[in-house]
């Protein structure tokens, strides 16, 4: 079946301590994505990844890492996470231009107090 | 930069009512059109989709139609059931080639009752 998945789907953490949402995709995409999504303010693109080892910063990128390495994996790192990261996140991967449709992973719930 | 605006809800209809949920956008370029929804606890799936003016997409009884005169993408649906229930999210990516991801709306929570 043809899928993104995202670990763990929910996470409870405290101010500054590392963390990693881990992100994969079996359709051999080479574009992946992370977007945070808050109430009223709809989706956000935090960082996008064009093929392995390209990576670039979306509309919200502070706070956070990503990296490339396999064409099938995105984690997403908050290396010291903080209470306005908390949030809903959710990974997407695409196959060719911006005119397909983004296939999105079932979502991280992350808090951090 | 690019923007999408949609209402924002929620949206409270009875079952086999007609639904219109407006979209307008601003962008640079020729974006790609998108509605995704999503079901309650779950990721956005794809709903429909436009590439080119006066195309319309249509999913699941779901229509919308881009219009690049009014720049807007109305979703709308001849006869609602309660298993529409969801958040509907209008969309665009203004880049062919790739390299942005979508500029969202704020999403409209769209309730049916029955």
């Known amino acids: 079946e043809a899928q993104v998945t995202q670990n763990p789907r929910y996470l409870i953490t405290v101010t500054g301590k590392k963390l990693t949402v881990t992100c994969s995709q079996n359709?051999?995409?080479?574009?992946m994505s992370w977007y945070r999504q808050d109430p009223g303010l709809g989706l956000r693109q935090i960082y996008y990844?064009?093929?392995?080892?390209?990576?670039d910063k979306g509309d919200v990128p502070e706070g956070y890492k990503v990296s490339r390495k396999e064409k099938r994996n995105f984690p997403l790192i908050l290396e010291s996470p903080s209470p306005n990261q908390t949030s809903l996140y959710f990974c997407?991967?695409?196959?060719?231009?911006?005119?397909?449709?983004?296939?999105f992973g079932p979502g991280t719930r992350l808090t951090v107090l | 930069g690019d923007s999408v605006t949609q209402m924002e809800g929620p949206v409270t209809l009875s079952e086999e009512a007609f639904l219109t949920i407006n979209c307008t956008y601003t962008a640079t370029g020729y974006p790609s059109l998108f509605w995704y929804v999503q079901y309650p606890g779950e990721g956005l799936q794809l709903l429909l989709k436009a590439t080119k003016a006066d195309d319309k997409g249509s999913n699941k009884g779901f229509e919308a139609t881009y219009r690049k005169e009014t720049t807007s993408f109305h979703l709308e649906k001849g006869s609602v059931q309660v298993s529409d229930s969801a958040v509907y999210f209008c969309?665009?990516?203004?880049?062919?080639?790739?390299?942005?991801?979508?500029?969202f709306g704020k999403g409209t929570h769209l309730i049916i009752q029955p």
């Open positions: 359709m051999n995409h080479e574009y």
């Open positions: 969309a665009l990516s203004d880049s062919g080639g790739g390299a942005d991801g979508l500029t």
């Open positions: 990844s064009m093929n392995v080892e390209v990576t």
């Open positions: 997407a991967s695409r196959d060719g231009g911006g005119y397909n449709e983004q296939f």
